[in-house]
């Protein structure tokens, strides 16, 4: 049975390391501060200036005063800080973030992101992506693994506006993993879903990749 939203995010936070600062994108992405292991320190930092995010507020718990970059509530914890844009963007461009977690709308084979636009539609920009998958040590999607017309995501070239170019480490889908060591390798079918088989994640794919 394919993985839902909240158990993609939890694979996503297996990858999560003590110490690590983490930024996490909206969507499906923010569901990993709820899945943070018990006992590990994790430091999760914001585009728009927060540095230490609680876990996903429930409704009862919404603050409406407290944001993220995508505009969704957020927690705060004792140790959280705020600062102005310019030093959160300094943080990512200075390559002081381990790792972030994104959505996206395609992933190409070699490692290229969409996850921005799609053309034709109102959009309010990119945000802070491009710095993102520019800036942070390891990256890492997490999205479906079709469209909700069925089209393949992870495929051989991305067909719309690019993010970045040969940037994703791993992409964590609903039905499996995928993950390359470095930027010059294929990636690998590493783990699937329950009940999910590689002929389902070969048929449903149409980007190259190692079984």
Known sequence: MPWDRNQMAARAAKELRDGYYVNLGIGIPTLVANNIPEGMTVTLQSENGMLGIGPF?????????????????????????YFGSEQSFAMIRGGHIDLTVLGAMEVAQNGDIANWMIPGKMIKGMGGAMDLVAGVKKIIVVMEHVSKNGDPKFIPECTLPLTGKNVVDMIVTDLCVFHRPDHDSPFKLIELAPGVTAEEVAAKTTANYVS
């Open 57 to 81: 507020p429930y409704d009862d718990e919404v603050d409406p005063d407290l944001i993220n970059a995508g505009k969704q509530t957020i927690s705060q914890l004792p140790s959280s800080s």
